[in-house]
């Protein structure tokens, strides 16, 4: 049998992927729950006051939520707070599914990670969200041809999260971006809806061939820590990927792979293994 059957593999398909295409979140329940939440620790906790009432309690919306807290977050001598704020919440403010989308990572977070009980935790302290926030704004940059502004704001993600995201890579909704020290993901990956990840995952190429030459993540898929996943494959959808891993070959859909290189190990135990966050290799080895 070769690596490649060993692997579970497919054809890597030219289907675009589900991105943003499941269940529409309420942004005005978040929006909420976030308010009443920040009123609550600035009751509290005093020291915090600050922060909450500058980031939440003082904002009309999450699109004002959202530029306040990556302007406070991301702000320098190259751009100071008093530009980039403004241009972040404009950001937000005219492009609803950036903030639609980042509810649904919000509530992702808030649902899968046993460590956060609130989805106001996420917002102002888990740099996995900010990380993939920042994404979105340069992304949505990329696409309106700012690309030097883009590139800008993937640069300040790369130095204030130590997490490097292509702006032209596309991601989907409800992401679990879990510690997200050294994720790295390349110009032409494409991550679907619904896929937990753990820190150190890389999304890479193979060398310097140019067109699509970055992986193709399925919705439900859970990637574990330190997973480098390289080239033009495709893990499919529900599948699994054990810690430390390197995946040259395509995964086919509900496989656990695990090894260097990734080999089949197992079917998963569920549909969604990025939901159950189940992160055990199907014959019972932690990954």
């Known amino acids: 049998m070769s690596e490649s059957q060993q692997a579970g593999t497919l054809p890597a398909s030219k289907n675009p ?34 922060l909450v009432d500058d980031v939440i309690l003082s904002r009309e919306t999450l699109a004002a939520a959202l530029g306040a807290r990556l302007a406070r977050r991301l702000a320098r001598e190259d751009m100071q707070r008093g530009v980039m704020e403004p241009l972040l919440t404009g950001v937000f403010e005219g492009h609803p599914h950036i903030v639609h989308s980042a509810s ?18 996420p917002l ?9 926030t920042t994404y979105r704004v340069s992304h949505q940059l990329w696409q309106d041809d700012r690309r030097w502004l883009a590139l800008y704001f993937q640069s300040l993600a790369s130095e204030t999260f130590a997490v490097d995201i292509h702006p032209a890579a596309r991601i989907g ?13 390349g110009e032409t990956a494409i991550i679907e809806d619904d896929v937990s990840i753990l820190h ?6 193979t060398g310097k061939a140019t067109g699509d030459r970055h992986p193709i993540i399925r919705s439900g898929v859970l990637l574990g820590a330190g997973a480098k996943i390289l080239g033009r494959v495709e893990i499919g959808t529900g599948a699994k990927v054990g810690a430390g891993s390197v995946v040259l070959n395509d995964v086919a859909p509900h496989k656990t792979v695990a090894g260097v290189p990734a080999i089949v190990v197992g079917v ?9 966050m189940n992160q055990s290799l199907d014959g019972g080895f932690q990954i």
């Open 173 to 185: 909704c409800g992401i679990l971006l879990d510690h997200a020290t050294s994720f790295v993901v």
């Open 200 to 205: 150190e995952v890389t999304l890479g190429g």
């Open 268 to 276: 998963t135990s569920g549909e969604m293994p990025a939901i159950e």
């Open 124 to 132: 102002l302290f888990f740099k996995g969200f900010l990380a993939l």
């Open 104 to 121: 649904r990572d919000l509530l992702a977070m808030f649902e899968r990670d046993p460590a956060c009980f609130s989805p106001l935790e």
């Open 17 to 50: 992927g589900k991105l943003c295409s499941g269940k529409v979140a309420d942004v005005r329940n978040v929006w909420e729950t976030l308010r009443s939440e920040a009123a609550r620790v600035a009751e509290e906790e005093l020291t915090l006051r600050h």
